[in-house]
């Protein structure tokens, strides 16, 4: 088992910027990718941005350029910088990693943007 624990959401106005962490503990494999997907209210959870072991990483398109994914291995955690923060940037955030074919997910973190 994995566990995921993220922190550092909040409540920011629109053009501000935060940074989430996840640190995961438990099982931990050095193959695997971790990410990060939001949910909206009334709206599917989506993508926000992934990044693997040998840091390859992918972005929703909605948020290159203004978001940036990063992990340090030697602490098993993984960043989200986010800035240029809008109000539709406004969701439940969730950590996820998958490894040997599972997947675990965080309890989530309030990001909330203000207009």
């Known amino acids: 088992q994995v566990q995921l624990v993220e922190s550092g959401g909040g409540l920011v106005q629109a053009g501000g910027s935060l940074r989430l962490s996840c640190a995961a503990s438990?099982?931990?494999?050095?193959?695997?990718?971790m990410g990060w997907y939001r949910q909206a209210p009334g709206k599917q959870r989506e993508l926000v941005a992934r990044?693997?072991?040998?840091?390859?990483?992918n972005y929703a398109n909605s948020v290159k350029g203004r978001f940036t994914i990063s992990r340090d291995n030697a602490k098993n955690t993984v960043y989200l910088q986010m800035n240029s923060l809008k109000p539709e940037d406004t969701a439940v955030y969730y950590c996820?990693?998958?490894?040997?074919?599972?997947?675990?997910w965080g309890q989530g973190t309030q990001v909330t943007v203000s207009s």
């Open positions: 996820n990693r998958l490894q040997e074919g599972n997947d675990y």
């Open positions: 438990g099982s931990i494999f050095s193959i695997n990718s």
């Open positions: 990044i693997t072991n040998i840091g390859f990483t």
